[in-house]
């Protein structure tokens, strides 16, 4: 499988995308065709386990820079420490309505599906690296228990001190490897992120410590998100019927997973993007216009952002691959602020319907729920919302991307009650911590990165 960049230009395979950055101009990187399954295929997929439909999906991403059966056990050692035997499993909520449960890794987010058989990937290809991100929440976590005590990989983790939640912090600075480094940087989140892309953008730091990026814009974060859709869906009764699913959305790279699924035949309906009142994507679906405007803090930080990475990946898509198109729309954005999907690009994405749900309708769908003896997370909680107020006649399933444990306030205050925390966090909440503070100043974090490593 050959990669080609959203701005246009690029071509690259599947191995350069996964441990690179990003694609020529500023771009992401696309499979320059879709894979595709034919009917056949999808019932014979329903026989898989977990693990077998990942290296079955993903092979056809990969081409042959992994054999089927290194990749088969790379997908069995990403998936083994979860907690369910299912990986992912569905639980029934009401008539058509069930919730897909994708917190059952080691941190308790759906970030551990990608970044567990990331950090499997890495360690396969040997691929000495150190890995640098800005978190506002779960990432972080996900990304540290994916590589610690990886040979060859260091990660550096760089926190807004005093911004991000207990839990959140707790998971991230209670892990002992010697080759963990987490940073509470006293500043805010877009001075972490600003940071790393300096770090990111100076050439011969990169060249010496090998730097490299796990954030959401990496292809293999996209790709492994795309089996749960597989999973579900044949569940639920494809490829002989039609499901929809409904997605709790910051960075898009969720919802975009479940496009990509549909893309490569899975009948999928429809595709219920959920937001808060950070809603440029809803709003984005229903006019045609994607405008950022200012980042308001809710209970849902994880939704919590104005620039969609993705959206640019589900631009170019639209525009049937047209790296021009793209490349014209990410300029309009720089410079008048905002970009107007074409006609083609709104039709294109008709299956995607965007719904924003505010405050007082996420606490009554926590609510809902518990009342039918299920806790539920913030996240989740606005994407049931959004699937009870679009409805329709295909069975739905409400992708839960967080355990209700990891947002604690926010339950509680809902339904009046705390939920039950699993052995696995109830160690980081009282593990020691270690974390090293620095100020917000590319200079200082640059010294520390070439100091340790
Ligand atoms: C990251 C995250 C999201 C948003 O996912 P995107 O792929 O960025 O749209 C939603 N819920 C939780 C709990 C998350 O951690």
Known sequence: MRYVGTRGGGSAGFRAVVTGGLAPGGGLWMPEVWPHFSHHELSAMARLDYAETAARVLARFIGDDIDDATLLGLC???????????????????????LLELFHGPTLSFKDIALQLLGAMLGHFGARTTIIGATSGDTGSAAIHAVAGKKGVRIVMLYPEGRISDVQRRQMTSVAAGNVDVVAIDGSFDDCQRIVKALLGDAALVAKHRLSAVNSINWLRIAAQSVYYFTAALRLGAPDSAVGFAVPTGNLGDAFAGHAARRMGLPIARIIVATNANDIVARALADGVYRPGAVRATDAPAMDIQVASNFERLLWDAAGGDGAVVARQMAALAG?????LTDAQRAALAHMTGVAIDAAAMDAAMRWADERGTTIDPHTAIA?????????DDPIAVVATAHPAKFPDAVRRATGRDPTVPARLADALTGAERVVRLPADVAAVTAYVAARG
């Open 76 to 98: 069995r050692d990403a998936y083994a420490g979860f907690d369910d035997a299912a990986v992912t499993p569905l639980r029934r909520l009401d008539d058509g309505l069930s």
């Open 384 to 392: 049931l919302a959004a699937a009870q107020s679009v409805g329709g």
């Open 336 to 340: 008048e602020g905002e970009i107007v």
